[in-house]
């Protein structure tokens, strides 16, 4: 297949309903779990997977389920990198939506500066969202800044290359009135996400990032 063919068939308004609404009805299944069976995950936590599931629709309902709810029957390594790159996405995400949308969306810029407005953006989001956790637990600005910025810019780095090359190359000339943009952006996200996979897991095994915490530990800080 193609590059044409795979952008006629992410270029309807029906496939991008169909899937829209199958991330919604996933959403309001996490939500639901989230407050009615796994209420002891931190809130910062119920966020991540909050925003990897409207990113990602069906595709981070499974991630949630492997790895995120008490009812997983074991943790390990796998589990823990994919809780890492989650938190990772959640920011990123964000800040890839906004970049694509002011810089490609609004003001039709070219690729280079483009992806440069939207790497800063997924970089500061995403970095954000990870050393949130870090001083809510207690940690000063300063020192939440200096364990997260070596770790969390690795991940970044690999997850916004893959994200962002992605989105250039199938969204072509695409505005936001087209459903290819909105296909593309989704397609991008979710290929980030598993890029920057593999990366978290090595992280963790080398001890460089914790990794988040195990979603069967009932006693966890629970916020509201």
Same mark, same amino acid.
């Given at each position: 297949? !193609?590059?044409d063919q795979i952008q006629?068939?992410?270029n309807t308004w029906t496939g991008l309903s169909v899937w829209l609404t199958l991330v919604v009805a996933c959403l309001a299944w996490v939500i639901y779990d989230l407050r009615h069976s796994n @209420?002891?995950?931190?809130?910062?936590?119920? &966020?991540? &997977?909050?925003?990897?599931?409207? $990113?990602?629709?069906?595709? /981070?309902?499974?991630? $949630? @389920?492997?790895?995120? @709810?008490k009812q997983i029957a074991t943790d390990n390594l796998v589990?823990? %990198?994919? @809780?890492?790159v989650a938190h990772c996405y959640s %920011?990123? /995400?964000i800040g890839e939506i906004l970049g694509v949308i002011i810089s490609v969306g609004f003001f039709a810029l070219g690729n280079l500066p483009a992806a440069m407005i939207t790497f800063v953006l997924a970089y500061v989001f995403g970095f954000a969202? !990870?050393? %949130? =956790?870090?001083m809510q637990s207690g940690m000063t600005f300063r020192d939440a800044f200096k364990g997260a910025f070596f770790a969390e810019s690795i991940s970044i780095v690999v997850m916004e290359s893959v994200a962002i090359t992605?989105?250039? $190359?199938?969204?072509g000339d695409a505005g936001m009135g087209d459903a290819l943009f909105w296909s593309s952006l989704y397609v991008s996200?979710?290929?980030?996400?598993?890029?920057? &996979?593999?990366? !978290?897991?090595?992280?963790?095994?080398?001890?460089?990032? /914790? /990794?988040? %915490?195990? =979603?069967r530990d009932v006693h966890s800080e629970h916020s509201h």
């Open positions: 297949m !193609n590059l006629s068939l992410l @209420r002891h995950i931190p809130s910062m936590m119920q &966020w991540v &997977w909050a925003l990897t599931v409207l $990113y990602s629709g069906p595709i /981070g309902l499974v991630c $949630y @389920r492997y790895s995120g @709810r589990r823990k %990198g994919l @809780r890492s %920011g990123c /995400g969202l !990870n050393i %949130g =956790p870090m992605t989105d250039i $190359y199938l969204g996200l979710s290929l980030g996400l598993f890029a920057a &996979w593999p990366a !978290n897991i090595l992280l963790i095994h080398l001890g460089i990032k /914790g /990794g988040m %915490g195990d =979603p």
